[in-house]
């Protein structure tokens, strides 16, 4: 579905991914995890496009992408929800929504998106800007699935978010590696989260990847050693 040769991408002069070599199979959940600013974001933003690699290469379902605008990678397929969360503030519900189904080539909100957020069905008037930050986060995740991806980037979903939405947040995760073929490579800090999700992992430090495994082969105490400060 999506491999990543040597790839290499940073700002200005400073470089902040070296060397990345990483696969993600067909419905397959892959986890990045790492220390905060090792490159795990960078990651993301160059595989989105948003970052013009340096050096390497992004091949997305046997074709080359790595010269490809954002918008033509969104046109393939490829989903992204950023750190932050980066909704409108001044847009309803509704309208953030709206915008996420320009990224793909879906025509309409498909009633999927509030079964798994009901809230945002509630609050489809409500300013994105008024949500709880919990809630701006399922909000986030439903602009990207409203196109439809078939390929999915989340950038630490769970970060800052009460237990109940990282719960439900699990079980969409979960939902749609059931339910679809819609691969991911998610960003996330917690062990335990990315146990219960995700099928294989990566640790980045200094911007290489310094630790690969099966999640069911994985050694808590070997990855913890990479997430210390």
């Known amino acids: 579905m999506l491999k990543l040769q040597e790839l290499?991408?940073?700002y200005d002069e400073s470089m902040v991914i070296r060397d990345i070599d990483l696969q993600v199979k067909d419905n397959q959940v892959v986890c990045i995890m790492g220390r905060n600013g090792v490159g795990k974001t960078?990651?993301?933003?160059t595989i989105m496009g948003i970052l013009p690699p340096k050096k390497g290469k992004v091949i997305y379902m046997d074709t080359d992408i790595t010269k490809k605008r954002p918008s033509h990678r969104a046109k393939q397929g490829?989903?992204?929800?950023?750190?932050?969360?980066?909704?409108?503030?001044?847009?309803?519900?509704y309208e953030n929504l709206l915008v996420g189904l320009e990224a793909g080539t879906e025509?309409?909100?498909?009633?999927?998106?509030?079964?798994?957020?009901p809230i945002l069905k509630d609050f489809k008037k409500r300013n994105g800007g008024d949500l709880s930050g919990g809630q701006q986060q399922?909000?986030?995740?439903?602009?990207a699935l409203v196109a439809n991806p078939s390929f999915l980037l989340l950038d630490e979903p769970t970060e800052g978010i009460q237990p109940n939405i990282v719960q439900e947040i699990q079980e969409v995760i979960l939902d749609i590696k059931r339910t679809s073929q819609t691969s991911m490579i998610l960003v996330e800090q917690d062990l335990e989260f990315v146990k219960n999700v995700a099928d294989y992992i990566y640790v980045i430090d200094h911007g290489s990847v310094v630790y690969e495994k099966a999640v069911d082969e994985i050694n808590d105490d070997e990855v913890y050693h990479y997430l210390s400060v």
């Open 8 to 10: 290499e991408a940073g």
């Open 107 to 117: 025509k309409k909100i498909k009633e999927d998106v509030y079964t798994y957020f």
């Open 78 to 93: 490829i989903g992204y929800v950023p750190q932050g969360r980066e909704i409108f503030p001044k847009l309803t519900v």
């Open 138 to 143: 399922q909000l986030a995740i439903a602009r």
């Open 42 to 45: 960078t990651l993301l933003k």
